[in-house]
């Protein structure tokens, strides 16, 4: 049975998250256990977009920073990088570093800032379902250690987005978005993720759930406290755990599903072995979920022709606050949306419901509504 550990932490001071991480790295043998002196360690953050701290959309600055310490101290060399979503010119992305506060951090403690998207190899994926391989970032392939550093979220896409869900930044760019044209089902986006866990081979996972993300996640939403720090060797079972305390079945995440499917993980956190705090003491009370896919329950044929009036559509939520910077427009796989003088205009007949325009949105203008037709079929049911 695999361990996920769980420690309390209440806010971003530097002493109570390097506390929080400590004491959920110790029962695992500390960050002695997974770095040696001298071996290259790649953190992989999450930078989706362009978001200051305190919105929750990326991993906090003040929790890189606590893992950066406890690398060095265990004689590793640091190393900090993420793709994040959409087009990534230079001055794009040194924006994201900066608002972020990562660029800060890394300066401050030394530490390299990588862009995985300057140098990238193929890497196989053994005995993947749908993918044997995967174009990544080099210095994702080629590090000693890799750690992820997820961040607490709702994704409107997958359902959660955690340890497993973060590796899909290691994939440069706009191939993200491609991956989205080419498996634009759910389960299998779910599957294809699984495979690419297998590529990436991280060692640990170390939860940001300090503050989290509720509703419209994984950019949308809300930032919700959670005031915990979660870690474990095995992403899957971190995730498990993770989605529980959001008020999920795991098995309604995507990933989680699909791991299950192929033996890898467990269905329910009872099956997990938990260290330190019990996960139903930090679970937050009434967490909002994004729309769930009502075509899920439907048999496979009528699923693929009701999906567009059962699931939730990108819409123009906050017109006011859209900048017209067209990164919705150009992160959009099969071209369903276009910027004119009064923001997005969405093509519902082309749209495949990935909601990258919603993800990746800098200002969160563009929100998730869901269709008359899936409002009345959820109306008392009870998921």
């Given at each position: 049975?695999?361990?996920?550990?769980?420690?309390?932490?209440?806010?971003?001071?530097?002493?109570?998250?390097?506390?929080?991480?400590d004491?959920?790295?110790s029962?695992?043998?500390?960050?002695?256990?997974?770095?040696?002196?001298?071996?290259?360690?790649?953190l992989?953050?999450?930078?989706?977009?362009?978001?200051?701290?305190?919105?929750?959309?990326?991993?906090h600055?003040?929790?890189?920073?606590?893992?950066?310490?406890?690398?060095?101290?265990?004689?590793?060399?640091?190393?900090?990088?993420?793709?994040?979503?959409?087009?990534?010119?230079?001055?794009a992305?040194?924006?994201?570093?900066?608002?972020?506060?990562?660029?800060?951090?890394?300066?401050?403690?030394?530490?390299?800032?990588?862009?995985?998207?300057?140098?990238?190899v193929?890497?196989?994926?053994?005995?993947?379902?749908?993918?044997t391989?995967?174009?990544?970032?080099?210095?994702?392939?080629?590090?000693?250690?890799?750690?992820?550093?997820?961040?607490?979220?709702?994704?409107?896409?997958m359902?959660?987005?955690?340890?497993?869900?973060?590796?899909f930044?290691?994939?440069?760019?706009?191939?993200?978005?491609?991956?989205?044209?080419?498996?634009?089902?759910?389960?299998?986006?779910?599957?294809?993720?699984?495979?690419?866990?297998?590529?990436?081979?991280?060692?640990?996972?170390?939860?940001?759930?300090?503050?989290?993300?509720?509703?419209?996640?994984?950019?949308?939403?809300?930032?919700?406290?959670?005031?915990?720090?979660?870690?474990?060797?095995?992403?899957?079972?971190?995730?498990?755990?993770?989605?529980?305390?959001?008020?999920?079945?795991?098995?309604?995440?995507?990933?989680?599903?699909?791991?299950?499917?192929?033996?890898?993980?467990?269905?329910?956190?009872d099956?997990?072995?938990?260290?330190?705090?019990?996960?139903?003491?930090?679970?937050?009370?009434?967490?909002?979920?994004?729309?769930?896919?009502?075509?899920?329950?439907?048999?496979?044929?009528?699923?693929?022709?009701?999906?567009?009036?059962?699931?939730?559509?990108?819409?123009?939520?906050?017109?006011?606050?859209?900048?017209?910077?067209?990164?919705?427009e150009?992160?959009?796989?099969?071209?369903?949306?276009?910027?004119?003088?009064?923001?997005?205009?969405?093509?519902?007949?082309?749209?495949?419901?990935?909601?990258?325009?919603?993800?990746?949105?800098?200002?969160?203008?563009?929100?998730?509504?869901?269709?008359?037709?899936?409002?009345?079929?959820?109306?008392?049911?009870?998921?």
């Amino acid at each position: 049975m695999s361990a996920v550990t769980i420690s309390r932490c209440e806010e971003y001071l530097p002493e109570q998250v390097t506390a929080a991480i400590d004491a959920a790295l110790s029962p695992l043998g500390g960050m002695a256990a997974f770095v040696s002196p001298g071996q290259r360690v790649l953190l992989k953050v999450n930078l989706l977009s362009r978001a200051t701290p305190d919105r929750a959309v990326t991993t906090h600055p003040e929790f890189v920073r606590a893992v950066i310490r406890q690398v060095r101290a265990a004689g590793g060399v640091p190393r900090v990088g993420d793709s994040p979503g959409g087009p990534n010119t230079i001055s794009a992305i040194k924006r994201i570093w900066q608002d972020s506060g990562i660029a800060q951090v890394c300066a401050e403690e030394d530490a390299e800032l990588l862009l995985f998207d300057e140098d990238c190899v193929r890497a196989p994926a053994e005995n993947g379902h749908l993918y044997t391989s995967f174009t990544l970032g080099r210095a994702v392939v080629e590090t000693d250690v890799l750690i992820t550093l997820p961040k607490f979220k709702t994704h409107g896409f997958m359902m959660f987005t955690g340890a497993v869900k973060n590796l899909f930044g290691c994939i440069p760019g706009l191939e993200k978005a491609q991956y989205h044209l080419k498996v634009p089902d759910r389960e299998d986006f779910g599957e294809m993720l699984v495979d690419l866990l297998i590529a990436c081979k991280p060692s640990l996972a170390l939860m940001d759930a300090i503050v989290g993300m509720e509703g419209d996640g994984p950019a949308g939403g809300t930032p919700r406290q959670i005031g915990a720090v979660l870690a474990s060797a095995d992403c899957l079972a971190l995730d498990v755990v993770a989605s529980a305390m959001a008020g999920l079945d795991p098995l309604e995440v995507y990933t989680n599903k699909a791991a299950h499917r192929r033996g890898l993980s467990v269905a329910t956190a009872d099956e997990v072995e938990i260290i330190g705090e019990e996960w139903q003491s930090l679970a937050p009370a009434g967490f909002k979920l994004p729309p769930r896919d009502m075509s899920v329950r439907m048999p496979a044929w009528l699923s693929r022709r009701a999906r567009s009036w059962v699931t939730a559509r990108p819409t123009l939520a906050r017109p006011r606050e859209c900048t017209r910077c067209r990164k919705c427009e150009q992160s959009c796989p099969v071209g369903a949306v276009a910027v004119g003088p009064g923001g997005p205009v969405f093509d519902h007949s082309l749209c495949i419901r990935c909601y990258c325009c919603q993800e990746l949105c800098p200002p969160q203008a563009i929100g998730l509504a869901t269709p008359p037709l899936a409002r009345l079929a959820m109306r008392g049911r009870d998921f």
